[in-house]
C-alpha cells in the first residue's frame, strides 16, 4: 500500500513539473493549469484512491505555506494598507458569509440558515497561493500587491472561526449569537498573541544560541507547525498565529539569521513552497471527479445551477465590495489621514477580480462530518462540497486567466513610487556606492595605500559610481536593457569557460576536489549577484 502511493507521488511529482514548465511557456499562473490538468487525471484507474484529508491539509501544508507567504510579505506596505487590508480581511469576510447564507437558503430547497452560514464561512476567503502566482506574470503596481496578499493571509482566519461556528450550530442545533461574537473576538486575538509569543520564544533561540545555517533552516521549519498547533491547542486561530509569528520574525531576519541562512533558507523555501503548492492544486482538480460521484446523475444539473448562482453571487458582491470600500474611503478621509484619499475606479475593479478561491476552501469543506452526532447524515453535505469546488474551479480559471487581460486594459498607474522600478535600483546602488567610499576615504585612507586588495575594491565602486553617473535619467531603462544583454553575453562566456577550466584542474591529482567545488559555487553566487543586480524586471 505504501509502496502504491510513493509511486503515485511520484508521478503527480513529475506532471507537476511538466505542467509547470508549460506554465512558464505560454505565460499562465501554474496553480490554474494544474487544476485543469487534475480533472482528468481524477478518472485515471491508477490515480484513484488518491482522497484529500482534510486534516493533511490544515495540519501538514497550510502552516508552511502561510508562513512562506508571511515570510515574503512587505510588513512596511502591509502596515501603511492594514486599514483596507483589515476590512476585506475580516468585515468583507462576513458581510460575504451572510450574503451567501441567506442566498442558499432561499435559492436551495432544505438549506437551513446554519447551513448557508456554513457554506459562507467556506468560500467567501479569495486565496493567497493562487492570487500570489498569478500577479507574478503581470506588472501591477506594489500597493495592489500588497493589498492583496495581505488580505489572503489574514482573511483565512476570519472564514475558518465563521466554519467553526456554524458547524457546531448544525451539529447542536444551538446558536448564541453574543456568545458567539466574543469568542470571535477572543479567537483572533487570542491566536495573534500565542503567534508573537512563540515567535519571541524563536527569536531567542536563532539570536543567542550558537545556530548553524542548517539549524536556522531546520528552525523555520519547525516555528510555524508550533505556532499552529499551540494557538489550535487552545481552540483560537492557527492561521493568525502563523501569519502573525511569521511577520514578526520577517521583519527580525537581518538580526537574527546569518548571509549564509538567509541565502540557503530562501533556496530551501522556494522549492519546498513550489512543491507543496503543487500538490495542493493538481489535487483540487483530483477530488473533483469524487464529488460528481457522491451527488449521483439526478443531483448533477441541480448542482451546477446553484453552484454557478452562487459563484456569481460571490463575485458580485466582492466588486461591489471594493467599491464601497473606496466609496467609504474617500468619505472618511475627510476626517483622518489614510494611505490613499482617493483611489479612483481602476484599483477596486483590479481588487475585486482577484477573488480566486483555493487551498482553505477546499480544506475547510472536506472537514465537514459524514455524520450528526446522533447517526443521521450531515444535511447537504455533498452539495455543499460540489459548490465549494465549482467556486473554486471556477474562479482559479476564468478569473485567473482573464486578471492578466484586465490588467493590461486597465493599465494602473503606479503612484506610490518616483521614478521607474530600474531608476529606484540605480538610485540605490549610487547609495551604496556613495557610502562605501566615503567609508574607505574616511576611516581606511591609510590602508588604500599599502593593501592592493582594498585599493581594487575603491576602484570596483569608482567603476560603479562612473557607471551611475553616465547613465542619463530620461532614457534608463533602454540604456539598462542594452547594457544588461552585452554584459549578460561576456559574462555567460567568461563564466562558462572559468567553469570548464575548473573541470579540467579537477582531473589534476595535485589540485584538491574541495577548492574546485569551492571555486564552482562562488561562480554560482557571483551569476546570482549579477542577476539580482543587473536584471530589468
Known amino acids: 500500500m505504501l509502496h502504491h502511493i510513493i509511486i503515485q507521488c511520484t508521478c503527480l511529482l513529475v506532471v507537476i513539473l ?22 482528468p487525471l481524477g478518472f485515471v484507474p491508477f490515480l484513484k484512491g488518491i482522497e484529500i484529508q482534510p486534516d493533511l491539509i490544515f495540519v501538514i501544508f497550510l502552516p508552511p505555506l502561510l508562513y512562506e507567504s508571511a515570510w515574503n510579505t512587505s510588513w512596511k506596505d502591509f502596515w501603511k494598507w492594514r486599514r483596507i487590508i ?44 493562487s492570487a500570489s502566482n498569478i500577479l507574478k506574470n503581470v506588472k501591477v503596481p506594489k500597493r495592489f500587491v500588497a493589498i492583496v496578499e495581505g488580505e489572503s493571509l489574514m482573511n483565512d482566519a476570519s472564514s475558518l472561526v465563521i466554519f467553526r461556528f456554524a458547524l457546531a450550530a448544525v451539529l447542536t442545533g ?13 479567537v483572533i486575538v487570542m491566536g495573534i498573541v500565542i503567534g ?35 494557538a489550535e491547542e487552545f481552540h483560537f486561530s492557527g492561521v493568525l498565529a502563523v501569519v502573525s509569528g511569521g511577520l514578526f520574525l520577517s521583519s527580525q531576519r537581518q538580526v537574527i539569521l546569518s548571509y549564509r541562512s538567509r541565502l540557503q533558507g530562501i533556496n530551501v523555501w522556494e522549492t519546498v513552497a513550489f512543491v507543496l503548492n503543487g ?21 448533477l444539473k441541480p448542482a451546477i445551477n446553484y453552484s454557478l448562482i452562487i459563484t456569481g453571487v460571490l463575485i458580485v458582491a466582492r466588486l461591489a465590495s471594493t467599491y464601497g470600500a473606496t466609496i467609504f474611503t474617500v468619505f472618511i478621509s475627510r476626517y483622518i489621514t489614510t494611505a490613499d484619499p482617493s483611489p479612483g475606479w481602476k484599483g477596486p475593479l483590479l481588487l475585486g477580480w482577484t477573488g480566486m478561491r483555493g487551498v482553505v476552501s477546499l480544506a475547510a469543506a472536506l472537514s465537514i462530518p459524514e455524520l450528526l452526532p446522533s447517526g443521521a447524515a450531515f444535511p447537504q453535505r455533498n452539495l455543499i462540497l460540489f459548490i465549494t469546488f465549482v467556486v473554486i474551479i471556477f474562479t482559479l480559471v476564468v478569473q485567473g486567466l482573464t486578471l492578466p487581460i484586465l490588467v ?130
Open 196 to 230: 508573537l509569543a512563540v515567535a519571541l520564544v524563536f527569536y531567542t533561540i536563532h539570536r543567542w544560541l550558537p545556530t548553524t545555517a542548517n539549524i536556522d533552516i531546520i528552525l523555520t521549519f519547525i516555528t510555524p507547525y508550533v505556532m499552529y498547533m499551540a
Open 408 to 537: 493590461k486594459l486597465v493599465n494602473l498607474p503606479d503612484r506610490d513610487y518616483v521614478g521607474s522600478h530600474e531608476q529606484q535600483k540605480q538610485l540605490v546602488r549610487k547609495k551604496l556606492s556613495k557610502l562605501a567610499l566615503q567609508i574607505l576615504d574616511d576611516k581606511y585612507a591609510d590602508r588604500l595605500a599599502g593593501n592592493d586588495m582594498v585599493k581594487a575594491f575603491r576602484l570596483r565602486l569608482n567603476a560603479d559610481m562612473e557607471l551611475l553617473k553616465d547613465w542619463e535619467q530620461d532614457n534608463i531603462e533602454q540604456r539598462a536593457d542594452a547594457f544588461y544583454h552585452d554584459y549578460r553575453m561576456i559574462l555567460n562566456d567568461v563564466m562558462t569557460q572559468q567553469r570548464e577550466l575548473l573541470l579540467t584542474l579537477n582531473k589534476k591529482e595535485n589540485i584538491s576536489d574541495d577548492i574546485v567545488k569551492q571555486q564552482l559555487d562562488l561562480l554560482d553566487l557571483e551569476e546570482e549577484k549579477f542577476r539580482q543586480h543587473f536584471e530589468v524586471v
Open 18 to 39: 511538466f505542467v509547470v514548465m508549460l506554465g512558464q511557456k505560454i505565460k499562465i499562473a501554474y496553480p490554474i493549469l494544474l487544476v485543469l490538468v487534475g480533472l
Open 86 to 129: 483589515s476590512s476585506f480581511a475580516f468585515l468583507i469576510v462576513i458581510l460575504t458569509s451572510c450574503l451567501i447564507a441567506f442566498v442558499s437558503n432561499s435559492l436551495i430547497a432544505g438549506f437551513t440558515l446554519p447551513l448557508g452560514f456554513l457554506l459562507g464561512g467556506i468560500i467567501s476567503p479569495p486565496d493567497a497561493v
Open 174 to 186: 444551538k446558536f448564541a449569537f453574543g456568545q458567539a461574537a466574543l469568542s470571535f473576538v477572543l
Open 279 to 299: 500538490f495542493v492544486f493538481i489535487l483540487i482538480g483530483l477530488e473533483f471527479p469524487v464529488i460528481i460521484k457522491a451527488l449521483g446523475p439526478d443531483g
